[in-house]
């Protein structure tokens, strides 16, 4: 598959993959850790594909596809005193935080369990396993056809 391959995090309870399936396309608003924001504002571009992760799930785990769907852009909540995300150090001018849109591709049949993914040898080196808080996360290209074989999709 060309590109490059992500995993990214969100509670299932807060914005779930059937929501993105629901919805189609959204803004991956609230990143708040500089590496996760570098690799979305400098390394994803359109078409890389998502291993959307959802955390504090049971069971946790990769629940779906999704693909980045924009360039990176500033993210507007970061302006808005409204917003939870908002960081009063940040300006249009000068944005400290930055996001792309992501887009739906597949829901699994069933979530690929964190707990399954550790137990496979060929995983041992994958950042979520050996990083789990990151957020957002490249994944080799080997780790990410290994979870679709997992999930029976691909």
Known sequence: MAGRHWLMKSEEDEYGIRDLERDGRTRWVGVRNYEARNLMRDEMTPGDLI????????????????????????DPTQFDPESRYHDPKATPEEPRWFLVDVEFVEAFDEV??????????????????????LSVQPVEPAEFEHILAMAGSG
């Open 112 to 133: 690929v369990p964190l707990q399954a993914i550790k137990a496979e040898e060929a995983l041992s080196d994958m950042v979520l396993v050996r990083r789990m808080r």
């Open 51 to 74: 291993l959307y992760y959802h955390s504090n799930a049971r069971p946790s785990g990769v629940a779906g596809l999704a693909r980045v769907a924009s360039e990176p852009y500033p």
